[in-house]
C-alpha cells in the first residue's frame, strides 16, 4: 500500500494568524521532507475558502501550489484530493494538468470530482446547481478530460459541457495518459464514472470494513460493464481525526487499510501541527504498521 500526505496549503486552518509568506515556506519545507522521509505522494485541496466556515485566512490555490512543488520535489508524485470540476471549464482542467505533467517530469495525477461546498461556489460567481445537475456536468467534463488527454483533437457535445477540434499540446509525459482519480463515497453514479473513466477510485473518510465491501461490489460491476477489475485502483482519503495522534491506535488504523487491500491511503497528520516533527512521527507509525514507505527514483502510476 503506497501512502501519500496532504502538502498545508491553509484550507484547514492550519495556517491561520501566519504570515503568508512564511506559511509557503513551511509548505515547500514539509513536502521537501515528506519525499525524504519515503511518502509516495504529495496532494492539496481544490478550495478557496476556508473549512468549515469562510474566514479570512490562508488558502493557497490548488494547480499554483502543485506547479510549485513539482520545482521543489523530484519524486513524489502530485494531485488534488480533489478538484471541484465545476470551477473551471474541463478543457482547460486538461490544459492545466498536461503542463503540471510536464513541468513534474511525468508525476501528476487527476483526481477530480463534482464538488460540494456551496459557499466559496456562490462567493465565487459559479452558482450552486442540484447535485443531480452537479453530477451530469461532471459526467460532461470526464468526458471532455479523457478526450482532451487522447491522442489528436478533442471534439465532444454534451448538455453541460463541449470541446470542438480542440488542440492540447503538449499532452502530457505519461503514456497512455496521465491517470484520472475520481473521488467520491458515491455507490452508483461516482463509483460508475470511475468505472468509465478513471483509473482509481478514491474514498473519503470511510472505514477499512465497509471499503472492503465497496470494493467488491465495484469489482462485480467493473466486469459486468466489461472493464478488467484489477485495472481499477481504490484509495482513501483517511479521516483527519483519526491520524492526529501517533501511537498504537494510528498504527493499527493503517495496518487495518492495508489489510483489505487499499492501493493508497493520504492523510493529513500535519493538520494541526504543521511540523517537521509531526511528519516524521507519522513517517514512523507507517512503518510499524509494516508499509514500507518509497526511497530512491521516481514513483510511477
Known amino acids: 500500500m503506497q ?17 503568508p509568506a512564511e506559511a509557503w515556506a513551511r509548505t515547500v519545507q514539509l513536502a521537501t521532507q515528506a519525499e525524504e522521509l519515503g511518502f509516495e505522494s504529495l496532494w492539496v485541496f481544490d478550495h478557496f475558502h476556508t473549512v468549515p466556515e469562510p474566514t479570512d485566512e490562508i488558502t493557497f490555490e490548488s494547480f499554483s501550489v502543485l506547479s510549485a512543488l513539482a520545482m521543489a520535489t523530484r519524486r513524489v508524485r502530485l494531485g488534488h484530493m480533489v478538484v471541484c470540476t465545476g470551477f473551471r471549464n474541463p478543457a482547460h482542467t486538461a490544459k492545466l ?37 452537479r453530477m451530469d456536468a461532471f459526467g460532461d467534463d470526464l468526458e471532455v478530460i479523457t478526450r482532451m488527454l487522447a491522442p489528436g483533437r478533442a471534439t465532444y457535445a454534451g448538455e453541460h459541457a463541449h470541446v470542438r477540434g480542440a488542440i492540447n499540446i503538449p499532452k502530457g509525459i505519461q503514456q497512455p495518459r496521465i491517470p484520472i482519480i475520481v473521488g467520491g463515497n ?116
Open 3 to 19: 501512502v501519500g500526505l496532504m502538502a498545508p496549503q491553509g484550507w484547514k486552518g492550519e495556517y491561520d494568524g501566519w504570515d
Open 97 to 133: 494538468s498536461s503542463t503540471i505533467d510536464v513541468i513534474s517530469g511525468g508525476r501528476f495525477e487527476l483526481g477530480i470530482g463534482a464538488g460540494w461546498k456551496k459557499d466559496e461556489w456562490e462567493a465565487y460567481g459559479y452558482g450552486f446547481p442540484p447535485i443531480g445537475e
Open 186 to 301: 458515491g455507490e452508483r453514479r461516482t463509483a460508475g464514472y470511475a468505472i468509465k473513466f478513471a483509473d482509481e477510485l478514491n474514498y473519503v473518510f470511510l472505514d477499512a470494513p465497509e471499503i472492503a465491501e465497496r470494493m467488491v461490489e465495484v469489482r462485480r460491476r467493473c466486469e459486468d460493464e466489461g472493464r478488467d477489475p484489477s485495472t481499477l485502483r481504490f484509495s482513501l482519503y483517511v479521516r483527519d481525526e483519526d491520524v492526529r495522534a501517533p501511537g498504537q491506535a494510528r498504527v493499527d488504523l493503517i495496518g487495518s487499510f492495508a489489510e483489505i487491500g487499499l492501493d493508497r491511503i493520504v492523510c493529513f497528520p500535519t493538520r494541526w501541527d504543521p511540523t517537521t516533527e509531526t511528519q516524521e512521527a507519522f513517517a514512523d507509525d507507517v512503518r510499524a504498521a509494516g508499509v514500507e514507505l518509497a526511497r530512491g527514483e521516481a514513483v510511477t502510476a
